[in-house]
């Protein structure tokens, strides 16, 4: 405390007081007053409170800016070094615009104005940028206007707003839409994507309820439900059916969120959606991909069995009959094989079309892959019933289809089996109905048959055949019987053709049309095949050391066994093993064989003819009859079918067929054999023709080894 001198008369506790607040925190100590010490104290609890507030506060006079007073945390933050801002102006304060500031302060000061103002500064301390949030206005003392001052550090409000400004961005620019509404669902705002999405703008969307872009498709109560999920969990998320403004529906993936405040009370709902159409059409996509056949569209196996228990519960229910047709294409294969994959391919296509344009909705055609197609008739009330689908069928298939160039006629073999009777579960109505199909082709394709009980039996005895078979093989109960083919100019036997026959046990002589179709399916006909020519060769080696030097063998080959590669060595081997030459040997294909050009039925038909074999082709005229392969192939001789031989005299049509052979064979240099003779007339119209060779009853029927040829003298 000072010491008053004498001299000076002490100030007046008015004029100490102004002095100190003027002079501000030094003075404090040095007051004349005991009384103003307690106010002291008192104001030193102000200044603390001051200095820890958190704020730069500085007190400064009016007009010039002459600093009055400052806190702590000012004096740290904008005196310069080892200077009082008690001994600065405001203008010293280099912040860059405490000018402008104070301008603005004297003019409020001269309006009377009092509000608060807010300005940002940037300023340099102790080497770091800072940005300060500065509040100005003028203060009233006792009648004098002050300045005064209230800063903080900016950083925490521009972090702040910065994430805001980022959230704001984001909603802005997210692929979601974005809607956010009110504690009362009105929408306060909308992103960019909404309006995308929905097409409507953000002025038609704000302060409006979200409901308006409803399409309806939910009811009330499934909203009722969403509503209830919010406002127990806060959250719901779905798939919902909107309304663009362009009147179209659309699916959307939408999640609704409660946003609560501090209190926990809702404060706004936040929707965000995206359109799923594409997702949903991606996903219609592959479910169809998965259900339906790649090539026709039809329904595939799978998504039968999926019809077929509904099918099969109604009918139940009902105490309804429903048929299972399965339809296999007769001679599909040659298509192929002749006219490519491509032309198949659209056959296939254009047949599924012709099978869905005749049966109901509620019924099912499905592809089983290949040429197979299987119908599923729901609902029928008598087999006849389904009788009649199948004939619908046959009727509209005869119409020939036109593929590109060609024009193609296909004729389906149907089996049918009908359920109760035949089955109540697919696998035995497909069992059934494809045993059906089976008998049908063996009826002589085109037909459809229904399912018999013994048909089962049937398969039982294929079954059977199958593994008898294998053992005829071992127990060598297979023969070969011997016809000879007649020349027709000097009526000598040049050639005689092998024909198989299996000596059961049991069952006596069985004809070859009962087996061999059977050891085809199994590839049992290959081992079967590599006996048959080793025993021609045998037996034609014979022969011609007993007086038949000439004499030659014709073997029937099937289509497996040309899928063997070395097919051309195990006839060359059968050839040494019996020490015969090549054109002892004459081997006949069918032209289905001929057709499945592959590459290795090329590759051993050329060996074989380079070997010196003679190649045939038996029944000429049944097949698909494309005369390229004959240029093709190394044909030596054509076998006319018996079914146009046995029509001479019958048929002009058929007889007509017979001499186009014949002249064909004569014009490419081949010879030609005409099967299935059996009459003297058939035989005089053949010479007449000039066929080279027959074969047939008439001259001589198919017999074993000691008794097919006639006797030499
Ligand atoms: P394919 O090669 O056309 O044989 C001619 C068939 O016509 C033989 O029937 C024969 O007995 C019969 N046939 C001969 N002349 C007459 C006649 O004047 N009238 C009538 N109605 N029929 C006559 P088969 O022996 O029952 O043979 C049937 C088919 O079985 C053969 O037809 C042939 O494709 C096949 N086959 C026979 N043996 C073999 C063999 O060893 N291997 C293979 N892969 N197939 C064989
Ligand atoms: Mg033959
Ligand atoms: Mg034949």
Same mark, same amino acid.
């Given at each position: ?142 009648? $004098?206007?002050?300045? &005064?001052?209230?800063?903080? %550090?900016?950083?925490?409000?521009? !972090? /702040? =707003? +910065? *994430?805001? @400004? ?75 059916w909107n309304r663009r403004k362009s009147g179209e529906c659309y699916p959307e993936w939408l999640s609704v969120s ?7 009370? $809702?404060?706004?709902? &936040?929707?965000?959606?995206? %359109?799923?159409?594409?997702?949903? !059409? /991606? =996903? +219609? *996509?592959? @479910? ?116 590109? =160039? ?308």
């Amino acid at each position: 405390m000072l010491k008053h001198s004498d001299e000076t008369p002490p100030p007046s506790w008015e004029e100490e007081r102004d002095r100190i607040i003027g002079l501000g925190e030094r003075s404090f100590r040095k007051s004349y007053y005991p009384e103003l010490r307690d106010k002291l104290s008192q104001l030193e609890r102000f200044r603390a409170l001051l200095d820890f507030s958190g704020e730069l506060v500085i007190l400064f006079a009016l007009p010039d800016g002459r600093i009055v007073d400052a806190n702590t945390p000012a004096e740290r933050m904008f005196a310069p070094q080892g200077r009082s801002l008690l001994d600065l102006r405001l203008a010293d304060i280099d912040c860059g615009g405490f000018e402008e500031l104070l301008a603005q302060i004297n003019d409020d000061a001269a309006t009377g104005e009092t509000k608060l103002r807010h300005r940002e500064f940037q300023l340099h301390h102790d080497g770091h940028a800072i940005a300060l949030d500065i509040d100005y206005r003028v203060a009233e003392v006792r009648g $004098t206007s002050y300045g &005064v001052l209230l800063g903080r %550090d900016a950083a925490p409000r521009l !972090a /702040a =707003e +910065a *994430r805001v @400004r980022l959230a704001a961005r984001i909603i802005a620019r997210s692929n979601e839409g974005i809607v956010i509404t009110d504690a009362e669902r009105r929408i306060i705002e909308v992103n960019a994507a909404f309006t995308k999405i929905t097409g409507y703008t953000r002025d038609d969307a704000v302060g409006r309820n979200p409901s308006f872009l409803s399409s309806g498709r939910q009811n009330a109560e499934f909203y009722r439900t969403m509503w209830d999920s919010i406002h127990g969990t806060g959250f719901w998320q779905g798939e919902i059916w909107n309304r663009r403004k362009s009147g179209e529906c659309y699916p959307e993936w939408l999640s609704v969120s409660a946003i609560r405040d501090d209190t926990g009370t $809702t404060c706004h709902y &936040v929707g965000t959606f995206s %359109d799923i159409t594409e997702a949903k !059409a /991606a =996903e +219609a *996509r592959i @479910r169809h991909m998965a259900h339906h056949d790649f090539l026709t569209g039809l329904p595939n196996r799978f998504l039968l069995t999926d019809r077929f228990q509904q099918v099969l519960a109604s009918a139940q229910r009902n105490g309804k009959r429903f048929a299972l047709l399965f339809i296999d294409l007769d001679r599909f294969k040659n298509v192929n094989d002749t006219l490519g994959h491509t032309i198949g391919d659209q056959l296939l296509r254009d047949v599924a079309g012709r099978l869905l344009s005749v049966v109901r909705a509620t019924d099912t055609i499905s592809r089983q892959g290949g040429d197979e197609f299987i119908v599923l008739l729901s609902d029928i009330d008598t087999p006849d019933d389904a009788a009649q689908a199948a004939r619908k069928l046959m009727q509209l298939l005869a119409e020939p289809f036109s593929l590109g =160039e060609h024009s193609i006629t296909v004729t389906p073999s149907i089996g049918i089996a009908v359920s109760p009777e035949d089955g109540e579960d697919l696998d035995s109505l497909l069992k059934h109905a494809d045993l059906a199909m089976y008998d049908a082709k063996q009826q002589g394709r085109n037909n459809y048959q229904f399912f018999r009980r013994e048909m089962n039996a049937r398969s039982l005895e294929l079954l059977l055949m199958e593994s008898d078979l294998r053992q005829a093989l071992k127990k060598r109960e297979f023969v070969l019987h011997y016809q000879p083919q007649i020349d027709l100019g000097s009526g000598e036997v040049l050639n005689l053709e092998a024909l198989l026959r299996w000596r059961h046990p049991e069952r006596g002589l069985v004809p070859p049309g009962d087996f061999i179709p059977m050891a085809e399916e199994t590839g049992l006909i290959v081992a079967i095949g590599e006996w048959v020519l080793a025993e021609a060769c045998r037996q034609v080696a014979v022969w011609r050391s007993n007086g038949w030097p000439a004499l030659r063998v014709a073997v029937n080959l099937s289509a497996a066994q040309f899928r063997q590669r070395d097919l051309h060595v195990q006839i060359a081997n059968a050839l040494v093993a019996s020490n015969l030459p090549a054109d002892a040997l004459e081997v006949e294909v069918t032209e289905s064989i001929l057709m499945n050009d592959a590459e290795s039925t090329v590759d051993t038909l050329r060996a074989l003819d380079a070997m010196g074999i003679r190649i045939a082709i038996d029944d000429f005229g049944t097949g698909y009859s494309s005369l390229a392969y004959l240029k093709r192939f190394p044909v030596d001789t054509l076998k006319v079918d018996r079914s146009f031989v046995h029509n001479i005299g019958v048929s002009d049509e058929d007889a007509a067929i017979c001499s186009a052979v014949i002249g064909l064979a004569h014009s490419l240099h081949l010879e030609v054999v005409a099967e299935g003779v059996e009459t003297q007339e058939q035989y005089e119209w053949l010479a007449r023709a000039g066929c080279h060779y027959v074969q047939g009853y008439l001259t001589g029927r198919p017999n074993d080894a000691a008794s097919c040829l006639p006797r030499r003298n």
